[in-house]
């Protein structure tokens, strides 16, 4: 298989794989620019599995990102959020691929709690199926020891909302209308109906724009930032609904902080349990990009 070729028949895998391991678009485009760019170099005819290679050399970057960024965090200026992976209508039917598989933006988070090995593992098998052999040749670890990893981090995450009781599209869709809203006509008993009492919002500026240093607890609390958010954003800013990750969420365009990205994560009850705010604009430029 020409060189070429491989990139456009695997380009969407690698993405999704190194998008799901670092949670950054950015960074997963550009390991797999990379990666191709490495791969010019290899005997190309000698390579017996390109998709294997492919995979395995992607993964390896991701590994000894994943290293380096942990460090890097540490002096983060509040929370760190992961890119929002927003789908554009307008992209290229391929580039769907991507999205078909896309795990939400609250399981991403989870993810961050795992080691760089942990996360590797349970990536390759869980949303790739891949048998523990392959993985063990893309890990350098063997057989025994990368099921050994998938179980532990299995328990690790078997508190998570299992996929069956994920809501659909449009139900997200609905729910992201309702707040929109809410919020713009300052219904706030709208939006109180709307949240779990015990509510998390985690709010990510990077220290680039204005933003809560710490997570914000509690139903009350939510709504007091809001309010604030509300009356700086909306009067300056074009709302967007966008599919961020699989479900649907709002895009904030315009003002003060240029874009914003608001993704939820709903109980069982279909309310608001968690609120992600994502207004870096390191973290935005595909966002920006894609709404020119």
């Known amino acids: 298989m020409e060189l070429e070729q491989a990139y456009r028949d695997y380009k969407p895998l690698l993405f999704s794989i190194a998008y799901k391991m670092l949670g950054s678009v950015s960074d997963a485009e550009d390991i797999v620019q990379d990666c191709f760019v490495t791969a010019r170099q290899v005997q190309w005819d000698h390579v017996g599995n390109e998709k294997s290679y492919l995979c395995k050399t992607v993964t390896n970057r991701c590994l000894d990102h994943l290293k380096s960024a942990r460090k890097k965090r540490e002096l983060y200026i509040g929370p760190w959020l992961p890119e929002p992976l927003v789908q554009d209508a307008s992209e290229d039917p391929q580039e769907h691929l991507i999205l078909e598989d896309t795990i939400t933006y609250a399981f991403l988070i989870m993810l961050?709690?795992?080691?760089?090995?942990?996360?590797?593992?349970?990536?390759?098998?869980?949303?790739?199926?891949?048998?523990?052999?392959?993985?063990?040749?893309?890990?350098?670890?063997?057989?025994?020891?990368?099921?050994?990893?998938?179980?532990?981090?299995?328990?690790?995450?078997?508190?998570?909302?299992?996929?069956?009781?994920?809501?659909s599209l449009e139900e997200t869709e609905h729910i992201v209308k309702r707040f929109i809203h809410a919020a713009s006509t300052g219904n706030m008993e709208e939006l109180i109906a709307m949240m779990t009492e015990d509510i998390i919002l985690v709010s990510d500026g990077g220290g680039k724009v204005h933003a809560a240093v710490r997570p914000i607890v509690s139903r009350a609390h939510v709504i007091a930032f809001l309010k604030g958010v509300v009356s700086k954003l909306l009067p300056e800013s074009v709302i967007?609904?966008?599919?961020?990750?699989?479900?649907?969420?709002?895009?904030?365009?315009?003002?003060?902080?240029?874009?914003?990205?608001?993704?939820?994560?709903?109980?069982?009850?279909?309310?608001?349990?968690?609120?992600?705010?994502?207004?870096?604009?390191?973290?935005?430029k595909h966002v920006a990009q894609g709404l020119q």
């Open 112 to 167: 961050e709690t795992l080691t760089p090995l942990e996360r590797a593992v349970f990536v390759l098998r869980e949303s790739f199926g891949y048998e523990y052999e392959e993985i063990a040749g893309m890990v350098g670890r063997t057989e025994v020891a990368c099921r050994k990893i998938f179980s532990r981090v299995k328990r690790k995450v078997q508190q998570a909302e299992p996929p069956s009781s994920l809501p």
């Open 240 to 284: 967007h609904t966008a599919v961020i990750n699989g479900q649907a969420g709002i895009v904030l365009s315009g003002g003060d902080y240029q874009n914003t990205v608001l993704s939820y994560e709903l109980d069982e009850s279909r309310k608001l349990k968690r609120i992600f705010v994502v207004s870096n604009p390191d973290k935005l």
